[in-house]
């Protein structure tokens, strides 16, 4: 996050007017809002995805890949000192980024030019859903509705489309979990007949729409509705949740297979899906002036089974959920990879009507054509810039639980705040990155340092940021607190917003609201009411446009 001295020279600068010009002139272009999250979510450009600087170093290389692309630079423009657009792009600049421009004035010269501003993530996929269930009319059933045709015994399928990590957290009784992208592939093996009644929920809206309309659109001849304001709608309407369930919907074999294929297939004619095999690909992906993303749609755990070398997992629901936290570049071209062409058809279909115009489905993606050593086995780790030159000081997660009985250190959890939230390293500290120069000025420059984040990465180019001012005793936990966990070893949990360990605002990220401390009711309220109005401010900025069945 502190480029050398030699890499901080002037950077281009773009005014708003000449910006929303180029937002409409075909030619690829990433919009890098790099302030933390919460900044981020209160207010930001429609199309602009959020890499703040304190992540950069290891988001850049997997969101920017190609490092001649155009690409603005967004902040808030403070009126002294260094912005964070400038020091972002010192880095990008100094790992070969050419192409680079700051926005002048920020988020608040844009809206003085009368341009809108958003608040939210990822607005262009959750505008899209609005955009879908008005133009389609999908079915949607309350809360209400749904428990009294539960207590009838009704004959219901309740399918959840939210990924596993988010199901666990919260779900509704009798649901299974069957991730969005999934829904095709895998309801036909639950419904008992055509009368089967299907219910999709999500937390709120977007998935939940997205995934009845799949349905729909690929001719499922039962009863589907959407879930009103999902487990939000259902908790606000007064009934319970569960918690800690895993229950994944298998995929199917014999009938129920064929027919989730054949109403793939059926959806890739109406919709015109791209075909293409491996040698098409390695055409496109030779073009220098293009940006290909692969994207292998499948679950992790398949996907961590056998994937294509240089392919990215992207769930197909959160893909479609969260185009922004995938593809960062307009105009990119993106290719989907699946084994059986449902998971990445249904996908395909959604990006195409979302505007994303150059997409397609690989083939042959995961044929090892009797070459096994064709497919890759366990998680993609692309390495961050400069990361392969960070000192390798690591504790191994008992060495540090053994220093932290005896008061040795002084252990900083840099990670995502949330996630320390719900379970830590006791006694650890946690501090935003981008305040960590305020934060350390509180220690002895002899007082072992300790970071920690979530897998041990981030937390390595905070013990860099540490050195550089002028800390010796510094280490990082190797593996972060999945390694912690691994290990067996204790956490301590944070409920408030006053605990003394909190070193800094808690503001890297924006808090869902099943995710806060207090007001738990209003939040989801005043979510699912902007999720609804979404639409008429969309309707303000003509450059993003959506088609639908």
């Known amino acids: 996050m502190t480029p050398d001295s030699n890499s901080m020279k002037a950077v281009a ?12 002139d075909g030619e690829e272009l990433a919009l890098v809002d790099v302030r933390d999250g919460g900044p981020f979510s209160r207010s930001h450009l429609l199309v602009a995805c959020n890499i703040p600087l304190a992540q950069l170093e290891l988001k850049a290389p997997e969101l920017l890949p190609r490092r001649d692309a155009r690409i603005v630079l967004i902040d808030d423009a403070p009126a002294e000192g260094q912005n964070a657009a400038q020091r972002a792009a010192a ?3 100094q790992h070969g980024y050419r192409r680079l421009a700051i926005l002048e004035g920020g988020t608040s010269g844009w809206g003085a030019c009368g341009f809108e501003l958003f608040s939210g993530t990822n607005v262009p996929s959750k505008a899209f859903g609005e955009h879908v269930e008005h133009t389609c009319e999908t079915p949607r059933i309350d809360p209400e509705v749904l428990h009294q045709w539960q207590q009838e015994g009704q004959d219901i399928v309740l399918v959840d489309s939210r990924p596993a990590e988010e ?13 969005g992208a999934e829904l095709v592939l895998r309801v036909p093996g639950l419904v008992r007949s055509e009368k089967t009644i299907v219910v999709v929920n999500c937390a709120g809206r977007t998935r939940s729409i997205i995934g009845t309309q799949s349905l729909r659109n690929a001719g499922l001849p039962n009863p589907v509705y959407a879930l009103k304001n999902g487990t939000m709608g259902w908790e606000l309407a007064g009934f319970k949740a569960d918690h800690g369930r895993e229950d994944l919907v298998p995929v199917p074999h014999g009938a129920a297979l064929a027919q989730a294929r054949r109403m793939a297939d059926d959806v890739a004619e109406r919709f015109g899906v791209s075909f293409i095999d491996r040698n098409t690909l390695r055409s496109m992906q030779a073009e220098s002036h293009r940006t290909t993303h692969v994207f292998d749609v499948r679950q992790p755990a398949e996907f961590a089974g056998g994937h294509l070398p240089g392919s990215l997992n992207a769930p197909g629901g959160q893909l479609v959920q969260a185009t922004d936290t995938f593809v960062v570049t307009r105009g990119a071209r993106i290719v989907l990879v699946d084994r059986l062409q449902v998971q990445s058809v249904m996908t395909a279909h959604w990006l195409i009507q979302m505007g994303w115009h150059d997409v397609h489905v690989l083939t042959d993606g995961l044929s090892a054509d009797g070459q096994p050593g064709l497919l890759e ?20 997660p008992q060495t540090l639980h053994a220093q932290l009985k005896e008061d040795a250190v002084t252990v900083i959890d840099v990670g995502d705040s949330f996630r320390w939230r719900r379970g830590h390293v006791p006694g650890s500290c946690y501090a935003m990155r981008s305040y960590l120069p305020q934060v350390l000025e509180r220690f002895s420059l002899q007082r072992p340092l300790v970071f920690v984040c979530a897998d041990g990465r981030l937390s390595r180019f905070a013990a860099q940021d540490a050195r550089a001012l002028g800390y010796a005793a510094v280490s990082t936990l190797a593996g972060g607190r999945s390694a912690w966990l691994a290990a067996g070893l204790p956490t301590e949990t944070c409920t408030t917003d006053d605990d003394p360990k909190l070193l800094t605002p808690t503001d890297d990220m924006w808090y869902p609201p099943y995710a806060r401390t207090s007001a738990v009711q209003e939040a989801m309220q005043q979510y699912l009411t902007w ?3 979404l639409l008429e401010q969309l309707a303000r900025e003509p450059y993003l446009t959506f088609s639908a069945p």
Do not use: H, K, M, Y
Request: charged share 15%.
């Open 13 to 24: 600068t773009v005014d708003a007017p000449t910006l929303r010009a180029w937002l409409s």
């Open 91 to 93: 880095l990008l600049s």
């Open 167 to 179: 199901f666990r957290t919260v779900s509704l009784p009798g649901a299974s979990n069957c991730p």
């Open 377 to 396: 086995t366990g998680p993609v780790r692309i390495t961050g810039l400069g990361e392969a030159a960070l000192p390798d000081q690591t504790l191994s």
């Open 531 to 533: 999720e609804v109005n």
